[in-house]
Nanobody, 122 residues
């Protein structure tokens, strides 16, 4: 599975962005999908994850109520809708695919996209 993330950009605080993650390969639907982020000088951290069938989701406390993860297996695409963005959300965002259902652990994900930069100005 190869992943391509897109949709990042510069937005003012309080604004919204929608990230997309397009997967190649016909087995994308077998995998849980996660979004992680990494700010300069910090470790990569969990943001959100969704089960292979969309039946279960998991969010970091810092984004609950503001971010929504979803997927469309027919399009081999996952999404992260980000609302009410804050400057502390500034980071490179990565999508990932793995076998573990909605895991928050980086090493549980086998495939990673290249990342897309989100910058939130105050």
């Amino acid at each position: 599975v190869q992943l391509q993330a897109s949709g990042g950009g510069l937005v003012q605080a309080g604004g919204s962005l929608r990230l997309s993650c397009v997967a190649s390969g016909r087995t994308f639907w077998l995998y849980a999908m996660g979004w992680f982020r990494q700010a300069p000088g910090k470790e990569r951290e969990f943001v959100a994850a969704i089960r292979w069938n969309g039946g279960s989701t998991n969010y970091a406390d810092s984004v609950k109520g503001r971010f929504t993860i979803s997927r469309d297996n027919a399009k081999n695409t996952g999404y992260l809708q980000m609302n009410s963005l804050k400057p502390e959300d500034t980071a490179v965002y990565y999508c990932a695919a793995g076998r573990s259902s909605t895991s928050v652990v980086v090493k549980d994900y086998d495939y990673w996209g290249q990342g897309t930069l989100v910058t939130v100005s105050s």
